[in-house]
Each structure stands twice: as C-alpha cells, then as structure tokens.
C-alpha cells in the first residue's frame, strides 16, 4: 500500500496521478513491482561507457533552467511532464537502448518507468542524475 501512494505522490506532482484511473494506476503500481533495479539503474562511473558501446539515446527530463547549466553531449530535452504527447521523438524501435536522466535521479525514475510500461525494453535511469555526472568530471556540453 505504501508503495501504492508513493507512485500516486510522484505521478500527482507531474500532473498524471488525476487523469490515471484507479485500475491504471494499480497496473503501473503492479508493474512497478517486477522491475528488477540492476535492470534500470545506471551509475554515473558506468555510464560513459555504456554511451560509447552502446550509443544510446540519452533522453533529458529536466527543466530548460536546468539544461541551461549543463547537460550531457547528445541528449534530448524532453521536459518529464511533455513526455507522453511528445513519444514521436524518441526511437521507434522498442529495444533501442535509451538513458533518461534529471538532476538528481528521482524524477527520471518515474520517466524510465513510463517508457518501460510503454514496451521500452532497455531503459536505463541515471543513478544520481546529472548531479552524479558532474561529481566524475564526465563531459558536459554548455549552451
């Protein structure tokens, strides 16, 4: 039950939690459950490798304040709460590897969640978010 109202807590602050049905939203919180954390989660020292072998597509949920800062080479910025009316931007093929990050990790959690339900197969969320990329002096692109 707990984690039932934590998915409601973290989908209501991006608007979504209003407009799930109450069957949606014990589906997400069912699926949620299966998702084995090494399967999703990326940390920061493992990360440039992965974009290097891997040449994913390395998907930003920030806000423009905070891509304003700094973001990693070759993301995409889709802010978190325009992911579902702009899913056309990301790859077609559902086993193309994708790294979604935030600032710190949390938000991205729930972005990497959404494409996994959607059928994504290898989503990856940044451990940390970009905060974790900056502590390793990892490359970082400046507008």
Known sequence: MR???ILLVLLGSLGLA???TPGALLQMGSFLKKIN???????????QDFVEVFEPFILDVRTNEERARGFIPGSVQIHVSQLPDRLSELPKQKDKPILVYCGTGHVSAVA???LRALGYREVKNLSGGFR??????LPVQRP
């Open 132 to 137: 974790s990329w900056l502590e390793l002096n």
């Open 3 to 5: 984690r039932g109202w």
């Open 112 to 114: 990497a969640a959404y």
């Open 18 to 20: 209003q407009e799930m």
């Open 37 to 47: 954390p090494a399967s999703y989660l990326l940390y920061a020292a493992e990360a």
